[in-house]
T-cell receptor
Framework: GQQLNQSPQSMFIQEGEDVSMNCTSSSIFNTWLWYKQDPGEGPVLLIALYKAGELTSNGRLTAQFGITRKDSFLNISASIPSDVGIYFCAGQLKDSGGSNYKLTFGKGTLLTVNP | GAGVSQSPRYKVAKRGQDVALRCDPISGHVSLFWYQQALGQGPEFLTYFQNEAQLDKSGLPSDRFFAERPEGSVSTLKIQRTQQEDSAVYLC????????????????FGPGTRLTVT
């Protein structure tokens, strides 16, 4: 089963507003990734984080790898209608229970932007 | 090709039928992953190939699921005697290099195959 708690499950915001979503876990992660998935498509990588405390930006997106290595957040500033979609956090567990190759995904945050 | 492609995009199977799902990774990509995504959930890892070697199949839900990548490029996920609980989107992803603990995590996903078992 999944070991990431992603929140909120959904968000309804007005165009221009800032958005924040996060993932937490009771387990330690080596890597955190944030993906966006549009309907009928595969996830697209937005930001990758490799070190505890790392803060990385990609345009209007900013993500941080928590100091404890058990959490991460994604911020989107000045949202626009094309930001609509499902955002997933994903990571590689430090202790992956025998599988060194798997990414663990959260359940996603559905973002709706009202123009 | 420019990206990861998967075929078919949609598959309807009657319970008990066998299905085969194809993934064409980005040319030259060493690593290939299969994921299963149930409705309203995030992708769940099924299996990993480095070139033609299947290094991890710990996520395959049962022995009805089988994956291969015989020449280190195209991969096929086969599901035998499909069940209703197999209904999901099956995603394929590839990365340029081999998977390492601090390696290339930039997985490029295909559009997925939506499997519906009736």
């Amino acid at each position: 089963g999944q070991q990431l708690n992603q929140s909120p499950q959904s968000m309804f915001i007005q165009e221009g507003e800032d958005v924040s979503m996060n993932c937490t876990s009771s387990s330690i992660f080596n890597t955190w990734l944030w993906y966006k998935q549009d309907p009928g498509e595969g996830p697209v990588l937005l930001i990758a984080l490799y070190k505890a405390g790392e803060l990385t930006s990609n345009g209007r997106l900013t993500a941080q790898f928590g100091i404890t290595r058990k959490d991460s957040f994604l911020n989107i500033s000045a949202s626009i209608p094309s930001d609509v979609g499902i955002y997933f956090c994903a990571g590689q567990l430090k202790d992956s229970g025998g599988s060194n190759y798997k990414l663990t995904f959260g359940k996603g945050t559905l973002l709706t932007v009202n123009p | 090709g420019a990206g990861v492609s998967q075929s078919p995009r949609y598959k309807v199977a009657k319970r008990g039928q066998d299905v085969a799902l194809r993934c064409d990774p980005i040319s030259g990509h060493v690593s290939l992953f299969w994921y299963q995504q149930a409705l309203g959930q995030g992708p769940e890892f099924l299996t990993y190939f480095q070139n033609e070697a299947q290094l991890d199949k710990s996520g395959l839900p049962s022995d009805r699921f089988f994956a291969e990548r015989p020449e280190g490029s195209v991969s096929t996920l086969k599901i035998q005697r499909t069940q209703q609980e197999d209904s999901a989107v099956y995603l394929c992803a590839s990365t340029r290099g081999p998977w390492t603990r601090r390696g290339s995590y930039e997985q490029y996903f295909g559009p997925g195959t939506r499997l519906t078992v009736t």
